[in-house]
């Protein structure tokens, strides 16, 4: 309990004393109620660390006994634990449904298990799922909700979630979980809830449009108060305002998390206050939360191993190579092609592959599909993958290549027979990238109805032992 007070009187003192901002300067010191929010985003089912943001939740809960807890989306992805589970997502949903969380953005992630399973988690939630910036037709059964109005110690907060667009006009999942829906961009669907501001005291933006596209939002919508950040996993270290609007983002994967204060006179918002906690050096776990967590982690079947990894992985290309070896010999094509933000771990070590490994590795369950394509067709897939990728080059298996000229050429070279711009290949990929890449293939694609995961562990299995150490094949 001394920790406890510890922290706690460290709170109190860096969020009344060291992070004022114009707004509170300005203020009388005579306040009538405080707003207190602690905000975490892009979890990726970090279920490993509930334990001890739970233990910081109640802790904090012990000073403001009305605490306020929001995600700004991306809850799950990332961990098969998690993303495996039947039903996927139950245990991020079951975590935060624990912790007491009262509201969440909708992240591009939300949508990777696709319209029914989100509806399934809003049913699970004992929170609210927002989105404004999502149209749902009527035959859709969906119930996101663009705002909510929260009453806090006689405070009416008002709520509005937004999702990131990208310049296809849709966020970052797979366009099949997608097909149902339609998007906008939030700078263009902000002023239609400007409302808000007549019936609230204050107006939260909960956003997952990335840090970048919230300055901007800020700039634009000065009556916005305070913008609740996520998608592009910025640490916000030292929250300030931005045209009057105060913005945070708390990084990810539940390192962090962020207290926002608000205080209020005569129903006015009059300060405006935001510190960053690190959660992963808080010292006390909640036991409670430590039994579930054990309980969904232990699978025999995500821990079983399958092979061994003779070195270890030191980068994503290493396991790309891996990857797109698997793809080309068990579909028995040609070439095989992965997208780098497929990817999702940085290395693996050396030992045992376990399941869970490969899961982590690539959480998306995408078919792969053959397609027969051209030589010329196949180097046009790669540079608008290259382009896709935000300038990174799709990792490959049965060549090598170098894209230059600003990504506007690629060299190719094969062992054997030269390539041929002619000659008809067979090119392995995932559904992904099928629906996100402008192709110009021969044929509409043979799916191999395995995903990329499957055909990894299969491909593990027979060779029981590999070493991908040093391996590069683009440049």
Avoid at 391 to 417: L, Q
Wanted: hydrophobic fraction near 40%.
């Amino acid at each position: 309990m001394k920790n406890y007070l510890f922290l706690f009187v460290a709170l109190l003192f860096a969020v009344f004393y060291g992070c004022k901002t114009k707004t509170q300067k300005q203020a009388s010191t005579a306040v009538e109620a405080e707003v207190n929010i602690l905000t975490v985003n892009d979890i990726h089912a970090d279920i490993d660390k509930f334990p001890r943001f739970a233990a910081l939740v109640d802790s904090l809960r012990e000073v403001y006994p009305d605490l306020l807890v929001f995600s700004a989306g991306d809850n799950r992805t990332g961990n098969p634990v998690n993303d495996q589970y039947n039903p996927v997502n139950y245990p991020m949903i079951n975590l935060m449904n624990e912790v007491g969380f009262d509201a969440c953005a909708v992240g591009n992630h939300e949508w990777d298990g696709g319209i029914d399973a989100l509806e399934e988690d809003i049913k699970r939630a004992d929170f609210p799922f927002l989105c404004a910036n999502v149209f749902i037709p009527d035959s859709v059964n969906l119930d996101v909700e663009s705002h909510v109005i929260i009453e806090n110690q006689g405070v009416k907060l008002g709520v509005v979630g937004m999702i990131e667009v990208g310049h296809d006009g849709i966020p970052g999942a797979h366009p099949q979980n997608l097909n149902k829906v339609s998007f906008k961009n939030a700078l263009a669907v902000m002023p239609e809830y400007q409302f808000l501001k007549v019936h609230s005291d204050a107006l939260v933006l909960l956003s997952h449009c990335g840090f970048e596209d919230d300055v901007e939002l800020a700039q634009t919508y000065p009556w916005l108060d305070v913008i609740i950040g996520g998608h592009s996993h910025t640490l916000v270290e030292n929250p300030k305002e931005y045209n009057g609007v105060l913005i945070t983002q708390s990084g990810s994967h539940l390192n962090y998390a962020t207290l926002v204060t608000l205080k209020f006179k005569e129903g006015k918002l009059v300060e405006k206050n935001a510190i960053v906690l690190n959660v992963k050096e808080f010292n006390h776990e909640k036991p409670e939360i430590q039994a579930l967590v054990d309980e969904f982690n232990n699978s025999p079947v995500l821990n079983k191993a399958i092979a061994v990894a003779k070195t270890r992985f030191n980068n994503r290309e290493e396991i790309g190579c891996m990857m797109t070896d698997a793809f080309r010999v068990i579909s028995r094509a040609d070439f095989a092609f992965q997208n780098t933000g497929g990817i999702r771990v940085n290395y693996l070590e050396e030992g045992p592959i376990t399941v869970k490994d490969i899961y982590s590795i690539d959480p998306f369950n995408n078919e792969i599909i053959v397609y027969q394509m051209t030589g010329a067709q196949v180097k046009h897939f790669i540079l608008n993958s290259y382009r896709k990728n935000g300038g990174y080059p799709s990792y490959v298996s049965g060549m090598t290549y170098t894209i230059g000229d600003e990504g506007n050429s690629v060299w190719i070279e094969t062992k054997g027979a030269p390539f041929s711009t002619k000659k008809l290949y067979k090119v392995a990929f995932n559904s992904y990238m099928a629906s996100t890449i402008d192709l110009r293939a021969m044929d509409e694609g043979r799916s191999t109805f395995k995903t990329s995961e499957e055909m990894v562990i299969e491909f593990l299995k027979k060779r029981k032992k590999v070493d991908y150490q040093g391996v590069s094949r683009t440049q």
